[in-house]
C-alpha cells in the first residue's frame, strides 16, 4: 500500500533509469518532485540534468545540482584511505563510499525544501539500496523511502524504453550503448553484467574507459612524490593540491601508466557473489604510498592493530553502515594513529607496475644505529637470549610437563 506523501527528493541524473522514476513518482504517487543531482566527478556534463527536469515541469527553485567533489574526497575518501580500507583484499570501496554523501545531501535538501519523502533508483539486487536507505535512516528516519525498484514491473532496459516512449519522455542517444552497467566518480570507475555475468570470460579491452593497457602504457617510467600530513596527502610534487585536484591529478598519472585495473568476484551483502571490474588509479596510488609513509612513522604494534582493525571497517562501508557509531569509533582510533603520519614518499610507475622506492619523514622510526649490519653502539646483541627465552617461556614449561606422556 502506498503511503501518501506530498515532496520526494530524488537522486536524479537524467538517464533512462531516474527519467522514469520522476515521470513514474508523479504519476503513482501524485506528489511534488525536487531533483537532486552530485557532482562527485563522474566526468559527465550534468547541465542536461537541469533541462531535462524542466521538461518534466520541475520547479527551478526544486531542481538542485551540487559540486560534492572537495566534500567527497575530503570527509570520504581521506578518511576511507587513512584505513587504508580495502573489501575483500581487492575491491577500493569506490561506489561504496559514494552513496552515504548522496544520501546525507538528499536527507539536508529534504529539510531545505519541506520535502517528506526520498527516492533513489538502486535495484532491489545490488548493494545501493541499501547504502542509500542506511543513509537516510540514520540522518532522517522520519521521511518516507521509495524505492521504485521494489515497486514496479519495470524489471528490464526494454520495459523501461516502452515506459519512457509511452509517456513522452525523451532519451538522448550517445553513439553505441555499453553493455555494462557502470558508475563513475573520482575515485573510480565501474562495470557490471553483460559478458562479465560469466565470471570466466576476460573483459573486452574496449570496456577500459580510464586506464591504458600496459601494453600502451609508455615505455618510460615515471617517477611522483607524494606528501603526507596527518595521514592526508597534501602535496604532489612539491606542489599543494586540494583533495580533489590530488585525486584527479593522481588519476590522471595512474591512467596513463596503467594502474589501477582488478577483475573481482565479491560478496554482496544481500548474500550473493557478484562479478565487477574496477578501475581505481588515483586510489591505487593513494593506497601504495600511504602504507609506504606508515611503515616509517607507525609503531609496530598500533600498526598491526589497525591492520586487524581494517577488514571490519571496510565491510561496514561497503554494508552501508558509514553513519554508524562503530563506524565513527573506529575512525576516531585509526585517526589517532595518524598523527605522525607526515612525510614525503617516492614512487616509480611503469606498466602496470607501482613501486615505492623511497620514503622519508621528520618524525621516521625508522633509525639505522640500531638496524645497521654494521657495527653500532646502541644496541647489544647478548639482549637478544634473554628476549627469546622469555617469549619462549611458556613453550618450555608445557614441554617439560608433557615430555613422558
Same mark, same amino acid.
Given at each position: 500500500?502506498?503511503?501518501?506523501?506530498?515532496?520526494?527528493?530524488?537522486?536524479?541524473?537524467?538517464?533512462?533509469?531516474?527519467?522514469?522514476?520522476?515521470?513514474?513518482?508523479?504519476?503513482?504517487?501524485?506528489?511534488?518532485?525536487?531533483?537532486?543531482?552530485?557532482?562527485?566527478?563522474?566526468?559527465?556534463?550534468?547541465?542536461?540534468?537541469?533541462?531535462?527536469?524542466?521538461?518534466?515541469?520541475?520547479?527551478?527553485?526544486?531542481?538542485?545540482?551540487?559540486?560534492?567533489?572537495?566534500?567527497?574526497?575530503?570527509?570520504?575518501?581521506?578518511?576511507?584511505?587513512?584505513? !587504508? *580500507?580495502?573489501?575483500?583484499? +581487492? %575491491?577500493?570501496?569506490? $561506489?561504496?563510499?559514494?552513496?552515504?554523501?548522496? /544520501?546525507?545531501?538528499?536527507?539536508?535538501?529534504?529539510?531545505?525544501?519541506?520535502?517528506?519523502?526520498?527516492?533513489?533508483?538502486?535495484?532491489?539486487?545490488?548493494?545501493?539500496?541499501?547504502?542509500?536507505?542506511?543513509?537516510?535512516?540514520?540522518?532522517?528516519?522520519?521521511?518516507?523511502?521509495?524505492?521504485?525498484?521494489?515497486?514496479?514491473?519495470?524489471?528490464?532496459?526494454?520495459?523501461?524504453?516502452?515506459?519512457?516512449?509511452?509517456?513522452?519522455?525523451?532519451?538522448?542517444?550517445?553513439?553505441?550503448?555499453?553493455?555494462?552497467?557502470?558508475?563513475?566518480?573520482?575515485?573510480?570507475?565501474?562495470?557490471?553484467?553483460?559478458?562479465?555475468?560469466?565470471?570466466?570470460?576476460?573483459?573486452?579491452?574496449?570496456?577500459?574507459?580510464?586506464?591504458?593497457?600496459?601494453? !600502451? *602504457?609508455?615505455?618510460?617510467? +615515471? %617517477?611522483?612524490?607524494? $606528501?603526507?600530513?596527518?595521514?592526508?596527502?597534501? /602535496?604532489?610534487?612539491?606542489?599543494?593540491?586540494?583533495?580533489?585536484?590530488?585525486?584527479?591529478?593522481?588519476?590522471?598519472?595512474?591512467?596513463?601508466?596503467?594502474?589501477?585495473?582488478?577483475?573481482?568476484?565479491?560478496?554482496?551483502?544481500?548474500?550473493?557473489?557478484?562479478?565487477?571490474?574496477?578501475?581505481?588509479?588515483?586510489?591505487?596510488?593513494?593506497?601504495?604510498?600511504?602504507?609506504?609513509?606508515?611503515?616509517?612513522?607507525?609503531?609496530?604494534?598500533?600498526?598491526?592493530?589497525?591492520?586487524?582493525?581494517?577488514?571490519?571497517?571496510?565491510?561496514?562501508?561497503?554494508?552501508?553502515?558509514?553513519?554508524?557509531?562503530?563506524?565513527?569509533?573506529?575512525?576516531?582510533?585509526?585517526?589517532?594513529?595518524?598523527?605522525?603520519?607526515?612525510?614525503?614518499?617516492?614512487?616509480?610507475?611503469?606498466?602496470?607496475?607501482?613501486?615505492?622506492?623511497?620514503?622519508?619523514?621528520?618524525?621516521?622510526?625508522?633509525?639505522?644505529?640500531?638496524?645497521?649490519?654494521?657495527?653500532?653502539?646502541?644496541?647489544?646483541?647478548?639482549?637478544?637470549?634473554?628476549?627469546?627465552?622469555?617469549?619462549?617461556?611458556?613453550?618450555?614449561?608445557?614441554?617439560?610437563?608433557?615430555?613422558?606422556?
Amino acid at each position: 500500500m502506498k503511503k501518501n506523501v506530498k515532496k520526494v527528493v530524488l537522486a536524479y541524473s537524467g538517464g533512462l533509469d531516474t527519467s522514469v522514476i520522476l515521470k513514474w513518482l508523479q504519476d503513482e504517487y501524485k506528489c511534488e518532485v525536487v531533483t537532486f543531482t552530485a557532482d562527485l566527478g563522474q566526468g559527465e556534463e550534468l547541465e542536461p540534468a537541469r533541462k531535462k527536469a524542466l521538461e518534466f515541469g520541475i520547479k527551478p527553485e526544486n531542481i538542485f545540482i551540487d559540486d560534492l567533489r572537495e566534500e567527497f574526497v575530503k570527509d570520504f575518501v581521506f578518511p576511507m584511505f587513512r584505513a !587504508n *580500507a580495502i573489501y575483500e583484499g +581487492e %575491491y577500493l570501496l569506490g $561506489t561504496s563510499i559514494a552513496r552515504p554523501l548522496i /544520501a546525507k545531501r538528499q536527507v539536508e535538501i529534504a529539510n531545505i525544501t519541506g520535502a517528506d519523502g526520498v527516492s533513489h533508483g538502486a535495484t532491489g539486487k545490488g548493494n545501493d539500496q541499501v547504502r542509500f536507505e542506511m543513509g537516510y535512516l540514520g540522518k532522517d528516519s522520519t521521511l518516507t523511502i521509495i524505492a521504485p525498484w521494489r515497486e514496479w514491473d519495470l524489471n528490464s532496459r526494454e520495459k523501461l524504453l516502452a515506459y519512457a516512449a509511452e509517456h513522452g519522455i525523451s532519451i538522448e542517444k550517445k553513439g553505441k550503448k555499453s553493455p555494462y552497467s557502470m558508475d563513475a566518480n573520482l575515485l573510480h570507475i565501474s562495470y557490471e553484467g553483460g559478458i562479465l555475468e560469466d565470471p570466466n570470460a576476460e573483459p573486452e579491452e574496449d570496456m577500459w574507459l580510464w586506464t591504458n593497457s600496459p601494453q !600502451n *602504457a609508455p615505455d618510460t617510467a +615515471e %617517477y611522483i612524490e607524494i $606528501t603526507y600530513k596527518n595521514g592526508d596527502p597534501v /602535496a604532489l610534487n612539491g606542489e599543494e593540491l586540494s583533495p580533489a585536484t590530488m585525486l584527479k591529478t593522481l588519476n590522471e598519472i595512474g591512467s596513463k601508466h596503467a594502474i589501477g585495473r582488478v577483475d573481482i568476484v565479491e560478496n554482496r551483502f544481500v548474500g550473493m557473489k557478484a562479478r565487477g571490474c574496477y578501475e581505481t588509479p588515483g586510489g591505487t596510488i593513494m593506497l601504495k604510498a600511504h602504507r609506504a609513509i606508515e611503515s616509517i612513522t607507525l609503531d609496530r604494534e598500533a600498526a598491526h592493530l589497525k591492520d586487524e582493525m581494517m577488514p571490519k571497517y571496510a565491510k561496514l562501508i561497503y554494508n552501508g553502515f558509514w553513519f554508524a557509531p562503530e563506524r565513527e569509533m573506529l575512525q576516531a582510533a585509526i585517526d589517532k594513529t595518524q598523527e605522525f603520519v607526515n612525510g614525503t614518499v617516492r614512487l616509480k610507475l611503469y606498466k602496470g607496475n607501482l613501486m615505492v622506492v623511497g620514503r622519508t619523514s621528520d618524525v621516521s622510526l625508522f633509525n639505522a644505529e640500531y638496524c645497521t649490519f654494521e657495527e653500532d653502539a646502541v644496541y647489544d646483541q647478548k639482549d637478544a637470549a634473554g628476549f627469546i627465552k622469555l617469549n619462549a617461556l611458556r613453550f618450555i614449561i608445557e614441554g617439560k610437563a608433557r615430555k613422558n606422556k
